[in-house]
């Protein structure tokens, strides 16, 4: 029930803040944020608690608050589903959207529309929640269109820039493709199960594990075609290779909005969608594989388009990219326990990255370039002690929360490296280690090392003060940072967590013993020869334009998917647009439709009119007889057949 009343507590904040904000003023804003999330926070530990003590045993609570609607035979309910995962995702996003409130008040303080911002950021986040906790398909769909929303509005929120707004509707129009297979995964999953609720779907699966149903006269998998439809909703929506191309345009809004939507709303929507759907997904062996390459290909090639950005904020969010990307290889390896501990890990680390790199370009007046920074380690000694800590939980150094969530991922993959697949995943995600240390070590040396290379004005009137609830919310992410991932492993490691949905699909093998330990030390080995190369030989950055200038270019144009998605959809479209335009719409649709018709009466009108005037009575009397048969030859045909 707490994920409930952290939904209706921030549906109410949002609604309440748009449309009587500006009478509450600011002081009160603060005052009401604070209250909310105090009593959420005292939910929060209370409900976490009590979980805790009864040994995390995994229940099943349904609420069904009536009927919704009804179509035809299908009967849909607000039916909400409080399992393991739901309760922990929905801690997850209340605890990381209670950091991002906080620190928007600063952030955002200066903002004339301050108050519809944190508005926005309320209903991204109830929005959320509600998917989250739905039992339904339909219902989940309601809050995973309203999270597209909310991302769309808090993207361009800036609206006065053309980036921003371009940056939105890439965005939205990306994330239509997932939604339109989400639609058609819907349909055929009502058509023939006759509802929608996950319960009645999931306990059906088994007898339908070798159904198959005529497609354009082609048999087709029942299983397979949903797991295919509702895995390509999950590409879009957390920004797998092919459809990642909105994610680092995203980073034209608002920090505290790129920190909530990369820790624990838009992108890993897509990833819990998946492991609610794990029941279907473990029917098809095909689109498991799929998976785990599509994220061994998005973790790999992400981070090498990270080693030669210079935005901040587009480092992270290609960093992003590759560490969803060893979510999608653990589902692919039918461990979702494992996606769901990297998931968690992620979320805190990848918050405290952007709320500290928002920290440094606000102090900057607003500077992202890496290039135009440096030497700020003595100005900002508890942002970079805060981005460190980040750094190496994301790189999985020794004893940070990154080290075992992903240390297991690789362990199994290796395990399963029974096929050549799945090697080349292993060592994708291995040389992912070593691309990820160094492009994480080169941010932090251009950012807080040598000298300072920007505008010289904007580093006399640095803005250094942090209030002391930033120092409150970096420590205690610093502090998830560091000890999530031990204390999560024993339970995140074992197999009891999904046993409630597929009771003997997930036993985790003991990799401590079985896996050698030079094998085990793989991965550490890159991350140091990542680490190394920074350390030693920084300037190959520099060097790299000139050098190896077809290598640096097509770095830095992302393997130009822009372009040849602009070329193949965007030209495309709009030449066959064009060519549609004159041919059908100023063509045949003109000439045959109401205009044409209206042109050819008129005519026929004057040319009547002329002949009247000019014509004896005899021929007068005959057109109109003629026209008379023709008129009444015409009602008898239209109502007689």
Known sequence: MFVFISFYIFLCQSFFLRFLGSWLGKHGLIFLISFNSIVLFLFNNYYFITYLSNGFIPKIIEIDFGLWFIAGTLHVTWLFLFDPLSIFMGLLVCLISI????????????????????????????????????????????????????????????????????????????????????????????????????????????????????????????????????????????????????????????????ALIHAATMVTAGIYFLLRLMPILICTKIILLILMLLGGLTAFFSALISTVQFDIKKIIAYSTCSQLGYMFVAIGLAQPQLAFYHLINHAFFKALLFLVAGSIIHSLNGEQDIRKMGGLLGIFPIQYICFLIASLSMIGFFFFSGFYSKELIISVAYISSETTAVLLVYWFIVLTTFLTAAYSFRLIYNVFFGTYRGYYPNFLFLHIKLLSYQKYI????????????????????????????????????????????????????????????????????????????????????????????????????????????????????????????????????????????????????????????????????????
């Not at 940056?167 to 509802?195: C, H, M, T």
């Not at 290598?551 to 549609?580: C, Q, W």
């Not at 005037?613 to 109109?624: C, D, I, P, T």
């Open 99 to 258: 950091f991002v409130h906080f620190y928007s008040i600063n952030y955002m303080n200066y903002d004339p529309y301050f108050i519809r911002f944190i508005s926005y950021l309320s209903l991204f986040t109830a929005f959320m929640l509600l998917m989250v906790i739905s039992g339904n398909f339909i219902l989940f769909f309601f809050g995973w269109e309203g999270i597209g929303l909310c991302s769309y509005l808090l993207i361009s929120f800036w609206s006065t820039r053309v980036q921003a707004i371009k940056a939105a509707f890439k965005a939205l129009l990306v994330n239509r493709i997932g939604d339109f297979f989400f639609l058609l995964g819907v349909s055929f999953l009502i058509k023939q199960f006759k509802s929608c609720d996950f319960d009645v779907i999931f306990s059906l699966i088994p007898y339908y594990y070798d159904f198959n149903f005529l497609f354009m006269n082609y048999k087709v998998h029942f299983l397979s075609f949903l797991a295919f439809c509702f895995s390509i909703a999950a590409i879009g929506k957390s920004a797998q290779l092919g459809l990642h191309i909105w994610l680092p345009d995203a980073m034209e809004g608002p920090t505290p909005v790129s």
């Open 474 to 641: 970096f420590g205690i992410l610093c502090i998830f940072s560091i000890l999530s991932g031990y204390f999560l492993k024993s339970f995140f490691s074992n197999s009891f967590f999904f046993d409630y949905v597929l009771p003997t699909t997930f036993n985790q093998t003991n990799t401590e013993f079985v896996i050698p330990v030079l094998i085990k030390w793989i991965p550490i080995f890159f991350s140091f020869i990542g680490f190394f190369i920074i350390f030693f030989f920084i300037k190959i950055y520099s060097a790299l334009p000139g050098r190896f200038n077809f290598m640096y270019k097509f770095l830095i144009e992302k393997f130009f998917f822009d372009s040849i998605l602009n070329f193949v959809i965007g030209i495309t479209s709009l030449r066959l647009a064009r060519i549609l335009f004159l041919t059908f719409d100023k063509g045949l649709l003109e000439i045959f439709g109401p205009t044409g018709c209206y042109f050819i009466l008129k005519q026929f009108s004057i040319n009547l009119v002329l002949l009247y005037r000019q014509e004896k009575w005899s021929l007068q009397l005959f057109y109109f007889l003629l026209i008379s048969i023709i008129f009444l030859n015409s009602m008898f045909y239209l109502f007689c057949y």
